[in-house]
């Protein structure tokens, strides 16, 4: 149950927002839409998610660690689902992104801000997979994040270049023996201040996307300083702005040399995109578990409110609309699924492209909708959903920036706009 310091919702109403009600509403809404596998996977995370809260007296209160769970997460195999690591010995028999976001869903009720910085760790994983070459150093960072000993970030962003990340100002300069030497300042990277390993991007001449490169790094290196950019919404993560100064990285750490930098970056936007995308969905979930159950038992006018047509028709409305994108979202993941297991992992080029449009969609899309159904579900449970009782303000918090998070609201207009560009000239003759 959330720590609070104040209580201002009755006994009976509290309890009864409980994670285990909350999780049986989102059950009892998605069991007709959920492939049994899918089905089955949601509840056995959920049930872990139950047993950890419960052993651990965890409150979600201010004053709790979140990067403290993250190894019992990731012993279970919860930290990400995407893939199946064999080449570091892990064997997920249900893997891949419908399996990722079932584990989403899950996590996110648990703990909203848990789930976010948990999802920047993805962001870490996803490129050490796809570029190990099997040299050691690299599985062994793939190892630690993925089994939750660390968490890790990735760096894109400088505080002089943030939608347009190709033109970076980081430089990145190779030396004799294929090491390279790092220079430059990065900043809003999610976790920073608490990872080990880091996934950062330079460029070997500034502002030229063509001789970016890809880089992992263990931050206890010389030349790593980090410290922490404190973002109110989300208190329990910690972003960090690095200072990269004469930083070495030996040639095994290099993911992706100069000239591949942009390839890796863009090839990282639609897991990153879709990721996104689920969390925003998975708090229209946990927002509606709230209000719906709370709308239920709340009494004015000796009525409950759920029956005022002010709040009845409006939990409707946002309740129709998180369904419908659940579902397309849902499409999605099994669709490229389908793909994955269709070329061995390697999606054509053609076939790519076309999903770089459909995960911009959903990131704009997802992020505006949670930005509605979060607020007015807190707005419909009056001063209970603003207060600290609840996970509300979480919600409402964290629905306040993702349209920021992943490339701004307007980067994913004009990267459809220039989709649309390509679909006509595709249909028009
Ligand atoms: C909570 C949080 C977590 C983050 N995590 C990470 C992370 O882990 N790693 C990382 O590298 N970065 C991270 N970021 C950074 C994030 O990706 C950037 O903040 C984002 O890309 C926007 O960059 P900016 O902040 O520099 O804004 P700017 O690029 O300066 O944009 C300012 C405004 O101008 C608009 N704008 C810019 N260019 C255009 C255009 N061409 N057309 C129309 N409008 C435009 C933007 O939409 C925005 O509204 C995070 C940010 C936040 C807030």
Known sequence: MTKFKTQAISDEILEKLSLKNRYSFVNNNLMSILSPKQFNFLKTVQRFCLRFEKKNDITHGPEEDNYEWIPAFGKEGYITRSHNFNMIDINYDYHGACADFMRYLAVDSFDPQFGMASGATVHAINPIYEHHENIPVRLEALKELVTGKSPGCIMITEPERGSDAVHMLTICDEQEDGSF?????????????????????????????NTMAQFLIDTTWDGWNCERVMIPWVPQVFLGKEKLV????????????????????????????????IGAIAQCWGALAHAVIYANMRKQFDKMILLFQGVGFLLTDLWARTTNITLGLLKFAESYDEKMEKFGGDIPRNINQAMVASASQFKYHCTSLAKDVCYECANVMGGAGLCD?????????????????????????????????????????
Not at 253 to 272: A, N, Q
Not at 399 to 410: A, K, L, P
């Open 389 to 429: 009782n609840t996970l509300m303000h979480d919600y409402l918090n964290m629905s306040r920036i993702q349209e920021i998070v992943g490339g701004s609201r307007q980067i994913q207009s004009y990267i459809m706009s220039m989709a649309l560009r390509q679909i006509y000239k595709m249909s028009v003759m």
């Open 181 to 209: 030497l790092l220079n430059g300042e990065k900043i809003f990277s999610t976790n920073a201040p608490k990872s080990k390993w880091a996934v950062c991007y330079a460029t070997a001449e500034k502002n030229n996307g």
């Open 246 to 277: 004469n930083l070495q990285v030996p040639k095994e750490y290099v993911l992706g040399g100069i000239g591949k930098g942009r390839e890796h970056l863009f090839e990282g936007l639609i897991p990153e995109r879709i990721g996104i995308a």
